[in-house]
Nanobody
Framework: QVELVESGGGLVQPGGSLRLSCATS????????MSWYRQAPGKGRELVAG???????YYADSAKGRFTLSRDNARNTVYLQMNGLKSEDTAVYYC??????????WGQGTQVTVSS
């Protein structure tokens, strides 16, 4: 059973920072493109950031300049550093692994709430 374990969500004031983590097995981590999505209340799930081929990172316009994607291959973990958080960033954030055979695996989600 494939498992993606997210952590790092919480309550933060506007302008604050959080770092989300997503850990998985070496098998999945080494053979998948890892990405982060989010789903705000009453809205659909949207891509926030993700690794594409050759290790390049893609960012949604809403994330550019504020969020940074990184990975630790030794820990089989991908991170999403979020700075300058805004109320509109409030959502459940999900980690996704897309394998080379285009199978998708999702984490359970971690809540991020930006509020004063």
């Amino acid at each position: 059973q494939v498992e993606l374990v997210e952590s790092g969500g919480g309550l933060v004031q506007p302008g604050g920072s959080l770092r989300l983590s997503c850990a998985t097995s070496e098998t999945i981590f080494s053979s998948s493109a890892m990405s982060w999505y989010r789903q705000a209340p009453g809205k659909g799930r949207e891509l926030v950031a993700g690794f594409v081929s050759l290790g390049d990172a893609y960012y949604a316009d809403s994330a550019k300049g504020r969020f940074t994607l990184s990975r630790d291959n030794a820990r089989n973990t991908v991170y999403l550093q979020m700075n300058g958080l805004k109320s509109e960033d409030t959502a459940v954030y999900y980690c996704k692994a897309t394998t080379t055979r285009l199978r998708e695996y999702w984490g359970q989600g971690t809540q991020v709430t930006v509020s004063s």
